[in-house]
């Protein structure tokens, strides 16, 4: 079987579905020699190019106006204008590209949301190749853009040889409520050879340069506004010393949002200084190549985001027996994952509340923690979602 996965964003650029999308075809070639090449869009590159990661073909089409005129940017229509522009460049050269290896396409794997993956999905209904899309946020609407004149000789949404991938309860009702019925629940895979009960060869003192008797939140997350760091610094201001955060994954220093992604840290560090917290805040501002390693040596995981699909992180945690607070969003994927007092808190998000949910949650049983492990593991790990 050869499959073209075509993806938001790849690795080398990050995101956590591209990460993860990469890690799960590594995989299934090696179990079931599914064979994948990529095409995929990026944030930080505005140029084509053809590459090889990891072994894996890939074609990285990114060719976009850019709008730095702040007075043109306040202009909706031209902003509209441009944005179609956009589209329309960048599905030419999808079909171009396309079109040279349809014949050997068995099957089209669409992940995220933008130009790209749009056009995937119209290039899939035009030659009728077979179809997944898979949901990975939250969403009012679980469409993909479609233009105006495909409208008038194709239908709205999917084709009919497709299946949509929903790894949230929440998107997969959201399909149903759209009429999409040919749908999968899938949650994200964890690797259950790394995400478990086994202890660290590290502890997190040798990790994290803090005490042992401290107790050490992790926030593991891309530096973006929407997954809201500065709370957790507002929070620390109001815990007692003992209590260590650390903040952890990469952010964009060049392309698109270089500039809110680095007015963001920027904040954060002043935050960290008003507070005077440099001696209890470790901040990481990397991609971690050892997720499983900041986990096992942590004592809560915290994600107050504003908005999540699913956050893999969450089940990651959970699996190696961490407890979990996580804001108390309806729209959140991981809600289901979150038993009250028994695995973690669901916080709505105001400072005092997750003050007292942190300094609560150690009366949460070893025992439920480890029930929890396995239960996560029964469902949503590697071995079995692969299968």
């Known amino acids: 079987m ?3 996965l075509v993806s938001s964003k790849y690795p080398p650029d990050y995101s956590g579905s591209g990460n993860r ?5 590594k995989r299934l070639h090696d179990k079931f020699e599914v064979n994948f090449s990529v095409i995929c869009s990026s944030t930080i590159h505005n140029f084509n190019k053809k ?3 990891c072994d894996v073909d890939v074609y990285r089409i990114s060719n976009k106006f850019i709008i730095k005129n702040s007075i043109l940017l306040k202009i909706k229509l031209f902003v509209a204008l441009i944005s179609r522009l956009n589209f329309w460049i960048e599905f030419l050269y999808f079909g171009f590209y396309f079109v040279k290896i349809k014949k050997k396409i068995n099957l089209l794997h669409v992940i995220g949301k933008n130009n790209v993956t749009s056009s995937a999905i119209i ?3 035009l030659f009728k190749v077979p179809l997944i899309v898979e949901l990975v946020n939250s969403t009012e609407n679980p469409f993909y853009y479609q233009p105006l004149i495909f409208n008038l000789f194709y239908s709205k949404g999917f084709p009919k040889k497709s299946l949509i991938i929903c790894i949230s309860r929440q998107l997969e009702e959201l399909c149903k409520k759209n009429n999409i019925l040919n749908t999968w629940h899938r949650p994200n895979p964890v690797n259950e050879k790394l995400f478990n009960l086994e202890l660290s060869d590290i502890t997190k003192e040798e990790l994290f340069d803090f005490k ?12 973006i506004p929407r997954k809201n760091q500065v709370f957790l610094l507002e929070v620390m201001n109001l815990l007692p010393n003992n209590y260590k955060l650390v903040l952890a994954g990469p952010y964009e220093k060049e392309g ?3 500039t809110r992604d680095r007015n963001n840290f920027i904040k954060l560090k002043e935050i960290e200084k008003k507070y005077n917290l440099e001696n209890r805040v ?5 991609f971690i190549d050892n997720p499983e390693i900041f986990m096992k040596c942590c004592d809560i995981f915290c994600l107050p985001s504003f908005d999540e699909g699913l956050a893999t992180p969450v089940l990651e945690s959970l699996a190696c027996g961490k407890p979990v607070i996580a804001s108390k969003l309806e729209t ?3 809600l289901m994952w979150i038993k009250e007092g028994v695995n973690g808190k669901l916080i709505p998000l105001n400072y005092e509340k997750w003050a007292r949910g942190i300094n609560d949650i150690k009366n949460i049983s070893k025992k439920d923690l480890v029930t929890s492990s396995i239960n996560i593991l029964k469902v949503a790990s590697t071995e079995v979602i692969d299968n």
Request: charged share 15%; aromatic share 22%; proline share 3%.
């Open 21 to 25: 999308i990469h890690n799960t075809y």
């Open 51 to 53: 590459f090889s990661f």
């Open 2 to 4: 050869n499959i073209l």
């Open 256 to 258: 698109l949002y270089k």
């Open 332 to 334: 959140a994927g991981y």
């Open 212 to 223: 042992k008797n401290d107790i050490v939140i992790l926030h593991l997350a891309k530096f």
């Open 123 to 125: 290039y899939a209904k």
């Open 282 to 286: 470790k901040f990481i501002p990397n």
